[in-house]
DNA sequence: CTGAAAGCGCTTACAG
DNA sequence: CTGAAAGCGCTTACAG
């Protein structure tokens, strides 16, 4: 028996009794009689009745689905902060629908201008690398002058008014640079693959300002994924080191590729802090000292603020920051 | 100037023109004169009209959304596989929803009910561990009576006739140990910490047959991903190991530590072959072999069954198989 | 060429 | 306690 899920209509036609009644009695509703009320809560269960959403949706005006907007979920920090908003939202009557930009300006557009009449209620969004460097942020504020909300994390664009979830990255490249020059390390190579991004900036800046304070010529290496590790060894040849700091997992990897190609040892001769998984850094040799960022964490506290943006229809937009800390394991 | 999009009817009091006439203006039709036409799509897009996508959904019974059931996405099978997906789906005129089941059951069947009726027009599902070893489908033989397409892949319940896309784990396995044998490899130990997974049964089943039919006792040695190092650790400690096949991300990192650990070279001593992304593969110390499940195909293929079961509405099931192939590094 | 009407599946104020 | 009616925003067969 292929076909639809049976509808009010159907279930009004097989009892003689009127849509209305029916859809008070699945209400519970007090103004019908509890006889009715049997038969007709009997006969939905005996045929699996389940109110069409979208029609309660065109409705009520609310859809109850929050777009996630991210770049990409091949990369553990945007992997497990979807997994701290999916586990929000999943306690809550929300749905979520996930949109990978792929750093791509025209696809992010597309995607908030698609979803943004009737399909979601708002949207959580880590900003693509391309709309970062366009500064064109029109998509944004369209989708909120029509009364959708918008959460940023991670990713986020100062200029607009949004709530935002992020992390220090200034202050904790700034304190693991500090730790490395406490431990006597002098000569610490900061290796990015995403230079482009804000966070990447920040992050530099962080390091930049801890170099500097403590009187020592930083050097910073930019790459892309895949050179990354031939970059670092080319530099390890001709330059002393004692220390990398890698600002995300394929630069991490990386790194600790090329110390072990030199021949020097981790910790003794080179020190290395990356970002990677929680999970990665205990499975790999050496265990990697690494910068958390709790992305299980910032996700969750995005999810929280839209639902709760959604909920309460306010204009007040909320700044979340979410600490990172540095998780010390055998490589430092 | 919060609100929601204008919509047919407004822009209809604001011309003195009816709502059927701008719907049909707005869709080119050859019944409209190009004189009200052009006045109906400028005032249109002077407004920033867009269809309300859940009316269009209520009207035609379709949705043009997919939903997307996966364990996790914290695994970068899942993660790319959703790539694949994402990617197909992208070009379409559908969008996807992503619910995540975290090997729960009652996760998995809540899911289905919840966006059986109106929400979405077919299901990509990757089967939750939980719900293999409850053998309890009818979540999915509900959905599909309701005109609902369904199309499983990797994690595949073969009793459920649906779309399926799946791998040669079975080959995929026998070959890559009948590859160690042929290079004098005696001792090939079998990591897994996904022996509960169906996957992960056909993947032994194929390293049984490679020892058996080679004259080799097998080993296999089940753990959890926390405690699969330890194992390894402890089982090189007493026993003559020159290879091992890890069976997922978790486990080849692990094997990689515990051999590290034992002092022993890769893959002089013993060679690895793990389940890894391509990328981190290359960037590992020894790179390592692995046997690579072509997940952004695989998610690509079960995106596009589905969009072709939706839009044909055939009943036929397609069954789809996608070839691992074993990329060699130097970790063997 | 334009518009009134019915309908998708629901909810709810209103009448009886 | 029950039901007819209007309406969410659209589409489309039908009438004029």
């Known amino acids: 028996m292929a076909g639809s899920n049976i509808t009010l209509k159907q279930l009004s036609s097989i009892l003689g009794v009127s849509i209305s009644t029916i859809s008070k009695a699945l209400k519970d509703s007090h103004e019908i009689s509890d006889a009715t009320k049997n038969r007709i809560v009997e006969l939905a269960k005996l045929h699996n009745y389940q109110p069409n959403k979208i029609a309660v949706g065109l409705k009520s005006g609310k859809t109850n689905t929050i777009a996630v907007v991210i770049p990409s979920v091949q990369n553990s920090f945007f992997a497990r902060a979807l997994y701290g908003i999916e586990s929000l939202i999943s306690e809550t009557n929300f749905n979520i629908i996930v949109c990978l930009t792929k750093e791509s300006h025209a696809k992010e557009v597309e995607t908030f ?6 399909v979601v209620d708002g949207f959580i969004v880590a900003v693509c690398e391309e ?5 064109n942020y029109d998509h944004f504020t369209n989708v909120m002058e029509n009364g959708k909300s918008v959460v940023m994390f991670d990713r986020v664009i100062e200029s607009v008014n949004c709530g935002k979830v992020t992390t220090n990255d200034f202050t904790a490249l700034s304190e693991a640079t500090q730790k490395l020059i406490s431990s006597d390390r002098k000569n610490i190579v900061l290796l990015s693959t995403i230079h482009k991004l804000n966070v990447g900036k920040q992050r530099t800046q962080g390091y930049l300002k801890a170099m500097n304070a403590g009187g020592f010529s930083p050097t910073i290496l930019e790459s892309d994924e895949k050179q990354a ?4 060894s080319e530099y390890l040849k001709a330059h002393p080191v004692d220390a990398i700091i890698a600002l995300d997992t394929d630069a991490s990897l990386a790194a600790l590729k090329a110390v072990k190609i030199s021949g020097k040892q981790i910790p003794k001769d080179v020190a290395v802090i990356g970002y990677v998984s929680e ?8 265990e990697l000292t690494t910068i958390n960022q709790h992305s299980y964490t910032i996700g969750n506290a995005a999810a929280r603020m839209i639902v709760e943006s959604i909920r309460t229809k306010s204009k007040e937009m909320q700044q979340v920051v979410v600490s990172s800390t540095l998780s010390v394991r055998d490589s430092s």
Chains 1, 2 share one sequence.
């Open 131 to 135: 709309t970062q460097s366009l500064q």
């Open 113 to 118: 201008n698609m979803l943004s009449n009737g």
């Open 279 to 286: 999970r990665m850094a205990h499975n790999l040799t050496p």
């Open 229 to 232: 590790g031939a970059v670092m």
